[in-house]
């Protein structure tokens, strides 16, 4: 009986150990670019629901996990709303996705990467409206467009990953 009440307390601190260090993931993926934050986030609270004193209700994790749902698909539509929004075409919205996987693609090889991961699809777009022979002040009316959807879809990631934090220390802090 000991072994296996030493056994369950071990399992319970790997589960809080594993919560935490999937809500920091999904904390540095909201600002983060190529790491998928949200995701991560949703798994720190589905692992401290298996933890004994800490009851999260089916309700309440299937809500998160649609909402979650939500936050990483509206994160991909957002940018190029903006850019549509603005004025964009199709080029401008070329542009600004091929911006944001090239972007991308720097932030694994130079240690400036962030800043080429927020540029990309504001000067993808700039150069997609203007290969389709956008005037100048509408080209980059277009990539501001997507600038400022990057930001949105970033602060929304931020939030989601701050609230679940925000339950997971408090839990955890309840179960002291």
Do not use: N, Q
Not at 34 to 60: C, E, K, M, N, Q
Not at 66 to 91: E, H, M, N, Q, S
Request: glycine share 14%; proline share 3%.
């Amino acid at each position: 009986m000991k072994f296996y009440f030493e056994e369950l307390l071990t399992m319970m601190y790997v589960l809080i150990v594993v919560a935490i260090l999937l809500a920091l993931v999904g904390l540095v993926g909201a600002v983060v670019p190529g790491i998928a934050g949200t995701p991560f986030s949703f798994l720190a609270l589905l692992a401290l629901s298996f933890v004994d004193g800490i009851d999260y209700s089916t309700r309440f994790l299937v809500i998160m996990g649609i909402i979650g749902a939500a936050v990483f698909t509206v994160d991909y539509i957002v940018p190029v709303w903006g850019t549509k929004k603005l004025g964009g075409t199709k080029a401008g919205v070329r542009g600004s996705t091929i911006g944001l996987i090239l972007g991308l693609l720097v932030t694994f090889v130079f240690p400036i990467g962030f800043i080429a991961v927020l540029l990309g699809p504001f000067i993808g777009a700039y150069i997609g409206e203007k290969s389709a022979g956008t005037e100048d002040h509408l080209a980059w009316k277009s990539a501001l467009g997507s600038f400022v959807g990057f930001l949105f879809g970033t602060g929304i990631k931020l939030a989601y990953a701050c609230v679940c934090i925000y339950f997971i220390v408090k839990d955890l802090i309840a179960l002291i």
